[in-house]
């Protein structure tokens, strides 16, 4: 349950409200929603509930994880988030406007 208290923290310190317990939650900020998915051992990809989904990986699972959703092309928004000890970084995120400096 390390991992999903890991993805809990990241969103609550990125200033989402976090609702629900267990492996799956979801991540509220103004106007957007975030289904949050922590991956262990993940044999089905959620169904298309929601706009926008995230799963927080382990390392080891990322790549397999960023190759499964690449090739089954679910109809949400989807990003990786890779949970490395106490440090993460976003390896994988949905595409946003352009930003013109």
């Not at 190759?67 to 106490?86: C, Q, S």
Request: aromatic share 10%; charged share 25%; with cysteine.
């Amino acid at each position: 349950m390390r991992l999903v208290e890991q993805a809990r923290s990241i969103f609550a310190e990125l200033g989402y409200t976090v609702e629900g317990n267990g492996p799956e939650f979801r991540a509220e900020r103004a106007w957007k929603v975030v289904h949050v998915n922590t991956v262990y051992d993940m044999n089905e990809l959620p169904r298309g509930d929601g706009q926008f989904h995230c799963f927080v990986a382990q390392p080891h699972d990322a790549d397999e994880l960023e190759d499964r959703l690449t090739r089954h092309n679910p109809a949400y928004e989807w990003a990786i988030i890779v949970v490395d000890g106490e440090e993460y970084q976003v390896e994988r995120a949905p595409p946003g406007p352009s930003v013109t400096v």
